[in-house]
C-alpha cells in the first residue's frame, strides 16, 4: 500500500470515527432533550385537565365521569385516562377513559396511597414512547384527595427529530465525501509527490550508486531538509569511498598478524598456568613440611630420652621430677599430634572424652603463662558455672588454647589483662582469650591464619601457630572468631560442639 494510500486511509477513518461519535453522542443527547420535553408535555397536560375538572370533595362521581371525556376528547395524544377519588377512608371512586368513550366507567375500591407530588415517567418497551403522569388534586388548604393519571404519546413530534437525524447523518456524509477529496488532492501536491522523488533517490542508493542525482524541491520544510541532508550525504559518501576501502585493506592485514600474536600469547599462558599449577603444588607440600617441622622434629625424640632420665635420677629433685613430668606429658601431646598429621589412612580427626572444663583452662594456662607474665599481667578466669564436664578433645582443644594465651603474652610485653572465658552455646562451648594489647590491623586480620605470616619481631615466631589452629579446629569440627580494632586488643575465640558428658559424642 502506497503512502498516499495509508494517509488517506488513516485520515478517513478518524474523520469517520470522529463524525460517528459526534453522531452517536447528538443523537443520544437530542433523544434525552427530547424525553425531557415530552414528558414535560405530558405532565403539563395532565395538570391542565385537573385544572379544567375543577374538583372538589364533594363533586358527585357521575358528574366528573361526563365532564371528564369531553376534556380528553380534544387531546388526541391521551391514551388512558384515570381519576381516583376519596370518598371515605378507606373508599374512592375509580374513573377509567379510553379514547371513544363518551363518559369514564366509575369503579369504588378499596384504599389507596394519593402521591404527595406530581411526576411522570417513560414505560419501558413501547412504540412510539408512552409517558404516564401521575399528579395529585389538592383542596385549598393543599390536602391531596385525589389523583389523576393520564398515559400520552407524541409521535408526531417523534417522527420531527427522526427526520431532523436523517438530515444530519445526510450532511454529515456529504461533508466528509467533500473533506476526504479535498484532503487527497492537497496531500498528493504538498507531500506524496516530493516524498515520492526522494523514495526513487534512497532506491538507487541501495543498489549501490553513489553518484545519485538528488531531486531540488526549493522547500524549507522538513521534506526540503531531507533532501539537502541526503545530497549531503551522498557527497561525503563518494569521498570516503576509497579511503574506506584503502582502510580495510590495512586492518585486515593488522588484524592478521594480531591473530598470529594472539595464538602465541595463548601457547604462553598455557605453559604459564602450567608453571603455576607446579608452583602452588610445590607451596602446599611446603607448608605442611613447615608445620610438622615447627611441631615435631629429630631433636623431640632425643628431648624426651633425656627427659627420662632427667626424671630417673635419684639425685633429681621432687620438684624438679614434677616439672620433668609436665615437660614429658608435653612431648607426648606433640608425638600424638605429629601422629596423626602423618596418619596416612585417615584425616586428622578429634577423639572425644569426658573434660572438665575448668581443669583444661588451668592446664592450658600453666604451660602457655610463665611466671614472670603472671608478675605483669592481670589475669581474668571466667568460666560458666553450668559448663559442667563436656565431651571434646581435649589434647586439640588444650593446643589451640595455649596458642592463643601465647599469643596474647606476646602481644602485651609491657603488661595489661588477660581474660579467659568458657560459655556453652547449645551443644557447643566456646573458649576465648582476650587481650589488652595492640590489636590486629584490618590487613593483618586478613593473613594471620596463613602458614609463614607473623606480627612478631624476628625469632619470636614461625608464623604457623594460628594455621596449625585452625586445622585443629577444623578437625574437631570447630571453627575460630577473631575480634579485634587496632589499640584495643584482640578477642579469639574457639568453638567446637562438646555435648555434655552422656549426650552423643562428635568424631
Known amino acids: 500500500m502506497s503512502l498516499r494510500a495509508r494517509i488517506v486511509l488513516v485520515f478517513a477513518t478518524a474523520l469517520l470515527a470522529a463524525l460517528a461519535l459526534a453522531g452517536h453522542l447528538g443523537e443520544r443527547y437530542a433523544d434525552r432533550a427530547l424525553e425531557r420535553a415530552l414528558g414535560d408535555r405530558t405532565l403539563d397536560m395532565a395538570r391542565s385537565v385537573a385544572e379544567e375538572l375543577a374538583l372538589t370533595p364533594a363533586t358527585p362521581s357521575a358528574e366528573v365521569a361526563d365532564v371528564i371525556g369531553d376534556i380528553l376528547d380534544s387531546r388526541r395524544s391521551v391514551r388512558s385516562a384515570e381519576l381516583a377519588i376519596r370518598r371515605t377512608r378507606r373508599e374512592f371512586d375509580v374513573l377509567t377513559w379510553e379514547p371513544g368513550q363518551e363518559d369514564a366507567t366509575v369503579a369504588t375500591t378499596g384504599p389507596r396511597e394519593l402521591p404527595a407530588r406530581a411526576s411522570v415517567a417513560l414505560l419501558p418497551g413501547t412504540s412510539p414512547r408512552v409517558w404516564t403522569a401521575h399528579v395529585p388534586v389538592r383542596t385549598p388548604d393543599g390536602r391531596a384527595f385525589a389523583e389523576l393519571t393520564l398515559e400520552a404519546s407524541l409521535p408526531e413530534l417523534e417522527a420531527i427529530a427522526a427526520s431532523e437525524r436523517r438530515v444530519f447523518l445526510i450532511v454529515a456524509g456529504i461533508a466528509a465525501v467533500a473533506v476526504a477529496v479535498l484532503y487527497t488532492g492537497l496531500l498528493g501536491r504538498i507531500l506524496v509527490r516530493p ?3 526522494l523514495a526513487g533517490a534512497m532506491s538507487e542508493v541501495e543498489s549501490g550508486g553513489t553518484s545519485v542525482e538528488v531531486p531540488e524541491t526549493g ?36 588484524l592478521a598478524q594480531k591473530n598470529r600474536e594472539l595464538e602465541e600469547a595463548n601457547q604462553l599462558l598455557v605453559e604459564a598456568r602450567r608453571t603455576l599449577t607446579a608452583r602452588e603444588q610445590l607451596a602446599a607440600l611446603g607448608q605442611l613440611s613447615g608445620t610438622i617441622a615447627h611441631e615435631l622434629g629429630n631433636p623431640l625424640n632425643a628431648i624426651n630420652g633425656h627427659v627420662q632420665l632427667l626424671a630417673r635420677s635419684p639425685t633429681c629433685p621432687p620438684d624438679v621430677r614434677e616439672g620433668l613430668g609436665i615437660v614429658h606429658g608435653e612431648v607426648a601431646r606433640m608425638t600424638a599430634i605429629i601422629r596423626r598429621f602423618l596418619d596416612s589412612a585417615r ?47 581435649p589434647l ?56 609463614f605470616f607473623t606480627t612478631k619481631p624476628g625469632g619470636k615466631g614461625t608464623g604457623l601457630g594460628l594455621a596449625i589452629s585452625r586445622e585443629l579446629a577444623n578437625a574437631h569440627r570447630g571453627r575460630i572468631e577473631v575480634e579485634s580494632e587496632p589499640g584495643a586488643g584482640a578477642t579469639f575465640t574457639l568453638v567446637v560442639p562438646a555435648p555434655a558428658d552422656g549426650a552423643a559424642a562428635v568424631g
Open 195 to 197: 516524498l515520492t522523488r
Open 396 to 451: 586439640l582443644v588444650r593446643h589451640v588454647l595455649t596458642n592463643f594465651v601465647s599469643n596474647a603474652v606476646d602481644a602485651m610485653p609491657g603488661g595489661g589483662s588477660l581474660t579467659v572465658r568458657a560459655r556453652r552455646a547449645g551443644d557447643q562451648v566456646a573458649f576465648s582469650v582476650s587481650d589488652s594489647g595492640r590489636g590486629i590491623t584490618p590487613d593483618e586480620r586478613k593473613r594471620i591464619f596463613e602458614p
Open 347 to 393: 584425616a586428622l580427626s578429634a577423639e572425644p572424652q569426658r573434660v572438665d572444663v575448668r581443669a583444661l583452662i588451668d592446664e592450658a594456662l600453666s604451660l602457655s603463662l610463665p611466671v614472670e607474665a603472671r608478675s605483669r599481667i592481670d589475669l581474668t578466669l571466667d568460666v560458666a558455672r553450668d559448663l559442667g564436664p563436656v565431651r571434646l578433645d
Open 219 to 254: 522547500r524549507r520544510d522538513e521534506i526540503g531538509v531531507v533532501a539537502r541532508g541526503l545530497r549531503s550525504m551522498l557527497g561525503r559518501v563518494s569521498r570516503f569511498n576509497d579511503e574506506l576501502r584503502a582502510t580495510v585493506d590495512e586492518a585486515v592485514a593488522d
